[in-house]
């Protein structure tokens, strides 16, 4: 039997600190099939410089999904605006396959008309062009929207770009006094950096709501662990879940009226559910071993969990029905003695989670269905893998010479991890938005 303390500060206690920045996004290695693909700077009618960059945007985007290689910019033969201006012959010339222009126009005070399009080098015809007008704060959001146009365009399946992240971010003073957490949001680029809480105190295990509006997350603000539920909008939070012991690991229910959570108010470390209109608890599990990390399937149908009641750290699964009945537990892992903080694919037929590899925690995925696992990273300390909305990445939490830093990789392990980093102090602990709300 390992040992349970050690087992329980992998979820209480690891907390890497600094103060917020924004992320900037590294590329730390090239990509195999990636479709190459033309972005020129947008036409701007003023004679300042452009509020936002928005084919930069757009660039670092797509290639950030790991299936685009845009051209860079002194790569392009040309830099038209207009579709009537492209001449094709040139960019016949180049890799790229398609080809996408636009034009940014002031329109009134401190708003904006965009206009893109997206076109075919090799038919010289127009795939689809859009339309917006949009206030300058909203510029940065509407390139994630068309970033999100041209991926579902061409790779036929929904884009993430226009989602957020969630993180903690705690500062590396050697002072224990002088260190600050930081819960903050971010797009998924790490720009438009929002300040959720600051503490004196650890901050651990954000989980977005699926409309997207609140956060539950654990502060430890009181000196021991609460789970916090805050709306995002008016920044008003309910502390839910005060117990004597452990309260940790908060999740959201598909549809918003449940939150699944790791309570040991009973002596144990267990898994409950409380519904939130009423406040009532159900326990889940019943066991003398460590049961913790919950997440739901997509249909609210089961929770997968982390226990050790088979004596190391693997993955379960049990059913919950409409009624509240709940299944008996079924291992899912067995390769390996470490596997943990498992959450569902959006559509339910993968499962991603940390699992030691030689030594090593990393990234892996498991198809529900074959349970058949493929490890997607080649990193060290790995953890809190989060899904994007799609599905078709996963953002994680690792470390780089000893400082926390974040991470995407693209789920069938074919291109390299990207790294997102704070220009000071220690990120950790991220989670994936659902997608926003128009």
Do not use: C
């Amino acid at each position: 039997m390992f040992d349970k303390r050690i087992f329980l500060s992998v979820f209480l206690s690891l907390f890497f600190l600094s103060t917020a920045y924004a992320l900037e996004i590294e590329i730390k290695g090239g990509y195999q099939r990636a479709n190459p693909i033309a972005i020129v700077p947008f036409s701007w009618d003023q004679s300042n410089q452009v509020p936002v960059d928005i084919a930069k945007v757009i660039r670092s985007d797509l290639s950030r999904s790991g299936l685009f290689s845009p051209l860079k910019l002194n790569q392009l033969p040309e830099r038209p605006a207009h579709s009537e201006e492209v001449d094709f012959s040139r960019w016949k010339n180049t890799n790229a396959e398609q080809l996408v222009i636009g034009v940014i126009t002031s329109v009134g005070q401190k708003k904006y008309a965009v206009v893109f399009q997206l076109l075919d080098i090799f038919s010289g015809q127009e795939i689809i062009a859009y339309r917006y007008t949009v206030e300058e704060k909203n510029l940065r959001r509407l390139a994630h929207q068309i970033s999100d146009k041209i991926y579902e365009e061409l790779i036929h399946s929904r884009g993430a770009f226009d989602t957020l992240i969630a993180y903690v971010v705690v500062n590396n003073n050697i002072d224990p006094k002088k260190r600050v957490y930081t819960l903050a949001i971010a797009d998924s680029d790490g720009f438009g950096e929002k300040i959720i809480l600051k503490s004196k105190k650890p901050i651990m295990s954000p989980a977005w709501s699926p409309n997207g509006k609140r956060l539950a997350y654990v502060s430890f603000e009181k000196n021991r662990s609460v789970i916090y539920v805050q709306e995002l909008k008016t920044g008003q939070r309910k502390a839910i879940a005060q117990f004597k012991g452990i309260n940790s690991a908060p999740r959201w229910s598909p549809d918003g009226r449940r939150l699944a959570m790791t309570l040991s108010k009973d002596g144990n470390s267990e898994i409950y559910v409380m519904y939130l209109a009423s406040g009532v608890l159900q326990r889940i599990t019943n066991h003398y071993g460590i049961d913790t990390e919950p997440a739901w399937a997509p249909d609210g149908q089961a929770l997968v969990f982390t226990s050790d009641r088979a004596g190391k750290p693997q993955i379960y699964q049990v059913g919950i029905n409409q009624h509240g009945r709940v299944g008996h537990p079924e291992r899912l892992t067995y390769k390996g003695d470490y596997n943990s903080r498992a959450s569902f694919s959006p559509d339910g037929l993968q499962l991603v989670f940390v699992s030691r590899q030689a030594g090593h925690y990393r990234v892996a995925v498991i198809d529900l269905e074959t349970r058949q696992i493929q490890v997607l990273t080649r990193s060290k300390l790995d953890e809190s893998p989060s899904f994007a909305p799609n599905g078709k990445i996963v953002l994680y939490a690792t470390e780089l010479r000893g400082r926390g830093i974040l991470e995407a990789v693209v789920v069938d392990g074919s291109h390299s991890p990207q790294r997102l980093r704070v220009l000071s102090g220690d990120v950790r602990e991220p989670a994936w938005s659902p997608y926003r709300s128009q």
